[in-house]
């Protein structure tokens, strides 16, 4: 069965379109957060899979026709360098009945090269990179807007973000503090937006990568599945870091910890980057081992995807403790099940973690 040639809902595909206009507002500010720009190919994977091609192309023709009306021709090119790549690659890849984890490779890859892609097209067209660019448009909306610094400084203030010196008076509110330190306050709120962006965007980019690569995979193969289709697909409490690339990776994080604090103008970023990746492969391998005792009760997937959704977002830092665990002890003892001879992508023996 191809994805190309299967039927269309009708019903859904006018539905996942109205939703589509409506998801146009928020496209804009989705370029601070390159994570979630990433859902974007992945969305549309799903409603190829589980919709019909008819709203993916439609949705996607929308998506570009859209952003070239709004903000140009640059802007829809950008929006087809986020969309169509990484979603010909897992459509491809998937026509070819590549394995699972190779095709969400490639996923991964055309993912990441899009993103650098796009945000190098941006500089370009800024006269400067995309965080100094970013940061200046802020400046400058908050040096024409003064009612956006004032509710910016009353947000910082609640969130503890900021102090402010004796004499500020909250019942009378921002209003109160002298202008001079009200302008040093903003100057140093879009600083520390260039450092956290400048650290941020490259993390961002290879976790979103790793995501559009293994989610756009696996709801393609989802949806087929559901459609009839016999495709290979290793279900989420089976997915789980190979025997050895544990230590590989926990040395790797170690080493670079190491090296950013030694040479912090040069490391600090890959560490920062490599520190993201190591939080998102753990964390999903705390869930798949969370899964895979909800898989051993009989427990529908209802509960799977709970702990998919909550383990992803509100309660990652516990995720990525139980994928460590997993790692090192085999708690479920899933790895004695699933992995009964000895793991080929072991790169040194089968008596690593």
């Keep these: 069965m191809s994805l190309l040639k299967q039927k269309n809902h009708i019903l859904l595909t006018v539905l996942s379109i109205v939703f589509c206009v409506m998801l146009l507002p928020v496209i804009g500010s989705m370029l601070?957060?390159?994570?979630?720009?990433?859902?974007?190919?992945?969305?549309?994977?799903?409603?190829?899979a589980f919709v019909g091609p008819v709203s993916a192309v439609a949705c996607t023709a929308i998506l570009i026709t859209m952003t070239f009306t709004l903000f140009?021709?640059?802007?829809?090119?950008?929006?087809?360098l986020l969309l169509l790549p990484t979603a010909a690659a897992t459509v491809v890849t998937f026509e070819r009945r590549e394995s699972f984890f190779t095709a969400a490779a490639a996923g991964c890859v055309a993912m990441?090269?899009?993103l650098g892609a796009m945000l190098g097209l941006l500089s370009v067209l800024a006269g400067s990179d995309v965080v100094t660019a970013l940061t200046d448009i802020v400046r400058d909306m908050l040096a024409q807007f003064g009612w956006m610094?004032?509710?910016?400084?009353?947000?910082?203030?609640?969130?503890?973000?900021?102090?402010?010196?004796?004499g500020y008076d909250a019942a009378v509110g921002i209003a109160s503090i002298d202008p001079q330190l009200r302008k040093e306050l903003l100057s140093s709120f879009v600083l520390l937006m260039d450092t956290a962006l400048r650290l941020e965007i490259p993390m961002q980019m290879a976790t979103g990568s790793i995501a559009a690569g293994l989610f756009g995979q696996a709801i393609v193969r989802k949806g087929m599945i559901r459609r009839g289709a016999k495709v290979e697909y290793p279900a989420l409490h089976t997915w789980r870091v190979p025997k050895g690339w544990g230590r590989i990776l926990g040395g790797t994080l170690a080493a670079l910890y190491v090296?950013?604090?030694?040479l912090p103008s040069t490391a600090s970023t890959m560490f920062y980057v490599f520190s993201g990746i190591f939080d998102q492969v753990f964390a999903l391998q705390g869930i798949a081992a969370i899964c895979y005792l909800l898989h051993d009760k009989g427990k529908k997937g209802f509960?799977?995807?709970?702990?998919?959704?909550l383990g992803y977002t509100l309660l990652r830092?516990?995720?990525?403790?139980?994928?460590?665990?997993?790692?090192?002890?085999?708690f479920t003892h899933r790895r004695e099940k699933l992995e009964k001879d000895e793991n080929p992508f072991d790169p040194r023996s089968n008596h690593l973690i």
């Design 32 to 48: 601070l957060l390159p994570q979630v720009m990433t859902l974007m190919p992945v969305m549309l994977l799903a409603l190829l």
């Design 72 to 80: 140009g021709g640059w802007a829809s090119l950008c929006m087809a």
């Design 112 to 114: 990441f090269a899009s």
């Design 149 to 166: 610094g004032d509710m910016l400084l009353s947000m910082l203030v609640q969130i503890g973000g900021i102090s402010l010196p004796e």
């Design 259 to 262: 090296l950013s604090r030694l």
């Design 303 to 309: 509960f799977k995807g709970l702990v998919f959704v």
């Design 317 to 330: 830092s516990p995720a990525v403790i139980i994928g460590i665990f997993d790692q090192l002890a085999d």
